[in-house]
């Protein structure tokens, strides 16, 4: 049964974003880990306006939200979010001379298509990586020793207040898989990125290059959320070094197990659990912090 308070807050959601709202809504799917619980509500945002009435409503009610990208980078609570997940599916895309205009819902996949046909170089580092804009400037994505912060001119935020404005790239202080965005409760809704007139033969070059460096380390073919752990920025140590030092790639946890072509990989092996992978990462980073006494801080989100 409901509480009256939940009922409460059920009605005016039903009422303010529609039909579309669902409830008790698998999160697994939706992430490529393929793991996680029930949200209590999911909406798809295929709108900016759809986003930012989503994000508002949540706010004046006092609810836990999330905006849920690609769910490439993220490890959903076996117990699910109890609050509202938004789908960020706002996915328009427009070329203009050598700038791109994108809504953060955009794949970056397609991104790279983009600038391919249109001669532009700059995005050939995020050929292979999965996600979102929205969540590839949360985390300032990157490979190759480029990140997406150093293409992004501008962008329109959802502020922490409820404004809608036009930010320079300087407001993001982007650092090393880092941006503003994760200290505050600001959402991107758009973004422009600057890039360069090239040769197409040499920007398809550069993509089947990355793509195949990318498939010799990646599983494609398993659920998992990419790189578990970040690289050590001020020691310039790869965190995949580290864990290899340490034997992690014979260890699993349940059907969580490290990947056997790269130490930082954590995949779900048929049908395992959240709280498995966290116990796994645990044993990861206190063998790690043992034996090189270095701090692991995970890349991946935690949601629950």
């Given at each position: 049964?409901?509480?009256?308070?939940?009922?409460?807050i059920r009605k005016e959601l039903k009422s303010i974003l529609?039909?579309?709202?669902?409830?008790?809504?698998?999160?697994?799917?939706?992430?490529?880990?393929?793991?996680?619980?029930?949200?209590?509500?999911?909406?798809?945002?295929?709108?900016?306006?759809?986003?930012?009435?989503?994000?508002?409503?949540?706010?004046?009610?006092?609810?836990?939200?999330?905006?849920?990208?690609?769910?490439?980078?993220?490890?959903?609570?076996?117990?699910?979010?109890?609050?509202?997940?938004?789908?960020?599916?706002?996915?328009?895309?427009?070329?203009?001379?050598?700038?791109?205009?994108?809504?953060?819902?955009?794949?970056?996949?397609?991104?790279?298509?983009?600038?391919?046909?249109?001669?532009?170089?700059?995005?050939?580092?995020?050929?292979?990586?999965?996600?979102?804009?929205?969540?590839?400037?949360?985390?300032?994505?990157?490979?190759?020793?480029?990140?997406?912060?150093?293409?992004?001119?501008?962008?329109?935020?959802?502020?922490?207040?409820?404004?809608?404005?036009?930010?320079?790239?300087?407001?993001?202080?982007?650092?090393?898989?880092?941006?503003?965005?994760?200290?505050?409760k600001d959402v991107l809704l758009s973004t422009v990125f600057?890039?360069?007139?090239?040769?197409?033969?040499?920007?398809?070059?550069?993509?089947?290059?990355?793509?195949?460096?990318?498939?010799?380390?990646?599983?494609?073919?398993?659920?998992?959320?990419?790189?578990?752990?970040?690289?050590?920025?001020?020691?310039?140590?790869?965190?995949?070094?580290?864990?290899?030092?340490?034997?992690?790639?014979?260890?699993?946890?349940?059907?969580?197990?490290?990947?056997?072509?790269?130490?930082?990989i954590i995949i779900n092996s048929k049908n395992a659990k959240?709280?498995?992978?966290?116990?796994?990462?645990?044993?990861?980073?206190?063998?790690?912090?043992?034996?090189?006494?270095?701090?692991?801080?995970?890349?991946?989100?935690?949601?629950?």
């Amino acid at each position: 049964m409901l509480d009256t308070k939940t009922k409460k807050i059920r009605k005016e959601l039903k009422s303010i974003l529609g039909e579309n709202l669902k409830e008790k809504e698998v999160l697994a799917p939706y992430t490529t880990f393929k793991i996680g619980g029930e949200a209590d509500f999911f909406l798809r945002a295929e709108r900016i306006d759809e986003l930012v009435n989503a994000v508002l409503v949540a706010r004046e009610l006092n609810m836990p939200y999330f905006v849920l990208g690609n769910g490439s980078n993220i490890l959903v609570s076996d117990e699910g979010f109890r609050g509202l997940v938004i789908k960020n599916d706002c996915r328009r895309i427009d070329v203009i001379d050598t700038k791109i205009s994108c809504l953060s819902g955009a794949w970056l996949e397609d991104l790279v298509n983009l600038s391919k046909e249109n001669s532009l170089q700059g995005f050939e580092f995020c050929a292979g990586i999965p996600g979102t804009v929205g969540g590839a400037v949360f985390g300032n994505a990157g490979a190759f020793g480029k990140s997406i912060g150093e293409l992004l001119e501008e962008a329109v935020i959802l502020t922490s207040s409820g404004n809608i404005e036009i930010v320079e790239k300087e407001y993001f202080e982007f650092d090393y898989r880092e941006s503003k965005l994760r200290k505050t409760k600001d959402v991107l809704l758009s973004t422009v990125f600057k890039l360069k007139k090239g040769g197409k033969d040499k920007i398809v070059k550069k993509i089947a290059e990355n793509l195949t460096k990318r498939k010799k380390s990646i599983p494609y073919d398993k659920a998992s959320a990419g790189c578990f752990f970040k690289n050590i920025k001020n020691k310039s140590l790869s965190a995949g070094y580290l864990l290899d030092q340490v034997g992690a790639k014979n260890l699993s946890v349940g059907d969580a197990k490290v990947f056997s072509k790269h130490a930082n990989i954590i995949i779900n092996s048929k049908n395992a659990k959240a709280k498995e992978v966290k116990r796994l990462a645990r044993i990861l980073k206190k063998k790690v912090k043992v034996k090189f006494n270095v701090d692991l801080e995970e890349e991946v989100i935690y949601l629950s």
